[in-house]
């Protein structure tokens, strides 16, 4: 990456642009800027081999509070940016011009936000990770870490060679496979299984299946229109009093037409079953002469 502009011809500023990335280094400039312009003093003492200094922020109009250690170069603000963006403050970085430091201690700067970020990355057979957050104990296992490194640096500097050099690296590694695997048995399933998960594999299970809930409605099935139809047909047929017809439905449910009968009075009824009487006596009556 190339250098970039700086804002004045400070040491720890050139420090800053040589260790950060671009986009780090642009907030970390603003933070310089502002702690040669807007910041003063207003106290300092001493305790615990620990310099505690009281600065002003004419920006935001707060004091902040400063712990800064001279034997180890560590210190702390009372801001917390360093905490929250791994970058150290304008406040931190008053106390360093002020003690003429022009380097930026280690302590002051998360590694991830850095150039050489990327070249201190270690890879194992378990994946990639970084040297900080590597806990090995086992020392082969340290070994293997190294090597896996060595395969990154080595296809880095294999690439725009020419070809012949990577099929040299190829034919090496397949002559040192050859050699590993009479003296290697192969892996079972449960091997590979165990050497994924990183765990051995339990071959007692304790788990039972859950048990039945039987709530409202279970047990149930919905019939099909067949089987509603084989249902209903073996019903007695009953009177609808809609179409008038012996069916398996009725006059709520009926498929005709709703007819509309005009009411009938009790008294037409009885008038009408009068006349049906009165010619039934004059038809009986009229047979009687005849005879």
């Known amino acids: 990456q190339s250098t970039p502009q700086l804002f004045s011809k400070s040491a720890l500023e050139s420090d800053g642009a040589r260790l950060f990335t671009h986009a780090v280094f642009e907030e970390f400039q603003e933070e310089y800027k502002c702690s040669t312009n807007t910041l003063t003093s207003r106290g300092f003492s001493e305790s615990n081999n620990m310099e505690l200094n009281t600065v002003k922020d004419a920006l935001r109009n707060r004091n902040f509070i400063v712990q800064y250690n001279p034997g180890t170069l560590e210190s702390s603000c009372t801001c917390k940016l360093f905490e929250r963006r791994g ?17 930026i201690p280690e302590s ?12 201190d990355i270690k890879s194992n057979h378990k994946g990639c990770v970084g040297v900080g957050d590597v806990d090995i104990i086992d020392k082969k296992q340290i070994e293997m870490t190294k090597l896996w490194s060595e395969v990154h640096e080595t296809m880095g500097v294999l690439i725009g060679r020419e070809k012949e050099h990577v099929e040299d690296l190829c034919k090496l590694i397949k002559e040192f496979r050859e050699k590993l695997l009479p003296s290697v048995p192969p892996m079972t399933k449960n091997q590979e299984l165990e050497e994924l998960l990183g765990c051995a594999t339990n071959n007692e299970i304790t788990i039972l299946p859950p048990k039945i809930s039987k709530n409202k409605g279970s047990g149930k099935r919905m019939l099909s229109n067949k089987a509603k139809a084989v249902a209903c ?14 069916a398996h439905h009725d006059k709520r449910n009926c498929p005709n037409p709703f007819v509309e009968r005009p009411p009938q009075n009790v008294d037409d009824e009885e008038e009408e079953e009068e006349e049906d009487a009165e010619e039934e006596e004059e038809e009986n009556e009229a047979d009687e002469l005849e005879d």
């Open 87 to 103: 970058v150290p403050c304008r406040h931190i970085l008053w106390i360093y011009l002020g003690n003429g430091l022009d380097k």
């Open 108 to 119: 002051s700067f998360a590694k991830r936000w850095t150039k050489d970020a990327l070249r």
């Open 233 to 246: 047909a073996s019903k007695p047929k009953r009177m609808c009093n809609n179409c008038k017809q012996m």
